[in-house]
């Protein structure tokens, strides 16, 4: 374990973290994810690691994808409030939620790590299961929306509103997951490993935002949507999992990423307000979208060092090939695919030359009735999923020239194709509105990727690099939840102070307006 192994991880999430705000929600963060998880597998030294690679890509990604189903913007607002007990409560608010986001990142990544072949594989199913599930749960959306749009407005697509949408959260999502399983345990005769992630999360993502939000009708950051209180559901579902199957490794992994990571979070938006206080005018929220993926990224491979130094080695068994060919279809065209088909959405509204269908198909379908299911991206991404999938296949049979044999190789080559592949849809995505602002912006993450390649590919330096411990593992739960308590109140008082100290009572700029969460003036009804 070395410094670079910091700085990969920390730089490759700050250029997904980065692009992750162009693209925003959970998807966008799941690019994230998976640069640093490949970054941690890479660098680890371990080849029972780097044989995992994809996977470590895949768990990744699903697992700080998560957390991008939360509305954080405007907690992020309270920190600039000239309301000084908005500003106290917006830095306790970011610090909750920084916890939520890495805790189930740092445990998504720990998986792979730790898992034996046969567990880990007993996830799959599962995870296919829950997939389907949602794809038709979206065509049974589009399909409703349709019928209640009206024939004169078959064209326009209607997104979950309404009673499919109840605090704006993701109940369908949870409770579609839950049948899923279900449905597949009873095919099945029997809970597997995998339904009971799936249940552990998806109800314990239930049973919190049942009893915070419906129950005690408490709103983080109201009229917003209220995900926070499933995501602490999620969290403590995830624990009792580990719990429950043996897993006080992976669980410790979550706990100190999330606490690390809350930490990083709160300080992104510190050093976001130092900026600011300078006077000068940029985009200083790109900025703090960047440190918060550094910081994030740190935390996680910090969290990760004791198990490359400590974790038993795993076992050499290969695991079904078909979960191989899922997890680098998922890194290489799902992840690609729901990110880059919102780009031709911005492009319509900045190039009046673009229509929204072209001879007579949708430019982007979505995968959607309303929309003709497919469009012209759809159509390339259909031929470049089935190339994929030939080669893959192709691969298995006879290994292909380009794929290089050592486990090492593989994992560079995975890497290096999604980073270029996020840096240049992130520049394609913003060409339409490019301004001075945004070409610097674009320019950093260039420099951003060209450090990461350099960092990933250039060959070790074991007698000149440092070694580093990491975070201990060592300490029961106790003890961590009480230094958690006792940093969740340091950053919250510390960004108060912060805040207080370099801009005073007044509004901090750079923010669309002035967010008050108590009290007469509350902007409680305002986005």
């Known amino acids: 374990m070395t ?175 839950i049948l899923a399983v279900l449905a597949l345990a009873l095919f099945r005769r029997r809970i597997d490993l995998g339904v009971s992630l799936v249940l552990h999360l998806a109800v314990g993502w239930w049973l919190a935002f049942a009893g915070l939000v419906l129950l005690a009708g408490l709103r983080l950051n109201p009229p917003r949507g209220d995900n926070w209180a499933g995501c602490i559901g999620l969290v403590a579902g995830f624990l009792l999992f580990c719990r429950r199957h043996r897993l006080g490794t992976v669980a410790r992994a979550a706990l100190i990423t999330g606490l690390l990571g809350a930490t990083g979070f709160c300080l992104g938006q510190m050093i976001k307000l130092a900026c600011i206080s300078t006077g000068a005018q940029w985009g200083w929220h790109a900025v703090m979208e960047w440190w918060h993926g550094l910081l994030f990224g740190a935390a996680v491979a910090l969290a990760m060092a004791q198990l490359i130094r400590r974790a038993p080695a795993l076992d050499g068994r290969t695991l079904p090939l078909w979960t191989g060919i899922f997890s680098v279809f998922f890194v290489l065209w799902v992840i690609p695919y729901l990110n880059f088909r919102k780009s031709p959405g911005l492009w319509m509204r900045n190039w009046k030359s673009l229509p929204e269908y072209v001879h007579g198909v949708a430019v982007v379908g979505g995968l959607a009735p309303s929309k003709g299911f497919l469009g012209w991206v759809e159509l390339i991404y259909l031929v470049f999923g089935a190339v994929l999938l030939a080669l893959a296949v192709r691969h298995l049979r006879q290994r292909l020239p380009l794929i290089p044999e050592s486990p090492l190789g593989q994992g560079q080559l995975l890497y290096l194709a999604f980073l270029w592949f996020a840096a240049l849809m992130s520049f394609a995505h913003e060409l339409s509105a490019m301004n001075s602002v945004g070409w610097v912006m674009h320019w950093g993450i260039t420099m951003n990727a060209l450090v990461c390649t350099y960092l990933v590919l250039a060959p070790p330096l074991p007698d000149a690099e440092l070694a580093l411990a990491g975070f201990p593992y060592s300490g029961g739960l106790r003890r961590t939840l009480v230094l958690g308590a006792l940093t969740a109140v340091g950053c919250s008082f510390g960004g108060w102070a912060l805040k207080r100290s370099l801009i005073g009572d007044a509004f901090a700029p750079h923010f669309y307006m002035d967010h008050i969460r108590f009290g007469p003036n509350n902007t409680n009804d305002r986005r």
């Open 3 to 177: 410094p670079r192994l910091v700085l990969l991880t920390g730089l490759s999430m700050a250029l997904g973290w980065r692009i992750r705000g162009q693209f925003g929600h959970e998807i966008g963060a799941a690019m994230a994810g998976a640069l640093g998880a490949m970054a941690i597998a890479v660098l680890s030294g371990r080849e029972d690691w780097r044989r995992r690679v994809h996977y470590f890509a895949l768990f990744g990604a699903l697992g700080w994808a998560f957390g991008g189903s939360m509305s954080y913007m405007k907690v992020v607002g309270y920190g600039h409030s000239s309301d000084s007990a908005t500003v106290l409560y917006g830095f306790a608010g970011l610090f909750l939620i920084g916890f939520l986001w890495a805790a189930l990142g740092g445990g998504g990544i720990a998986l792979p790590a730790m898992l034996e072949s046969e567990r880990l594989a007993a996830l799959f199913p599962a995870i296919a299961a829950v997939f389907g599930a949602w794809f038709l749960q979206d065509l049974v959306v589009d399909w409703r929306g349709l019928l209640r749009a009206g024939a004169d407005q078959l064209g326009a697509r209607v997104e979950p509103s309404g009673g499919l949408a109840r605090f704006d959260s993701d109940w369908l999502q949870a409770t579609v997951a």
